[in-house]
């Protein structure tokens, strides 16, 4: 199954950023905080991205999320990954 990741927006809405590997999805799992078992949205801001590129993420992951993320300080979104057939 496909998995695709969706960018949260304010309001409740969603768009579909693209598709991600399985190795991908490992490397959101593995850096990023979840709250539970079941958590699979995450917050992106350039801080994450920085730690995620040193941590050695995938480029084409992070060129993915790098334009969701806005230019001011302390700007950043909600990712959530889902496995979609």
């Known amino acids: 199954?496909?998995?695709?990741?969706?960018?949260?927006?304010?309001?409740?809405?969603?768009?579909?950023?693209?598709?991600?590997?399985?190795?991908q999805r490992a490397v959101l799992i593995d850096l990023l905080e979840e709250e539970d078992e079941e958590d699979q949205d995450y917050f992106i801001d350039a801080d994450v991205l920085e730690f995620m590129e040193e941590e050695g993420a995938d480029a084409a992951l992070l060129a993915m999320l790098r334009p969701?993320?806005?230019?001011?300080?302390?700007?950043?979104?909600?990712v959530e990954w889902r496995e979609e057939p």
Do not use: S, W
């Not at 199954?1 to 190795?23: F, H, N, Q, S, W």
């Open 1 to 23: 199954m496909p998995i695709r990741l969706y960018c949260k927006k304010d309001g409740g809405a969603e768009a579909l950023v693209g598709t991600i590997t399985e190795a």
């Open 68 to 78: 969701l993320v806005g230019e001011d300080e302390g700007a950043g979104v909600e």
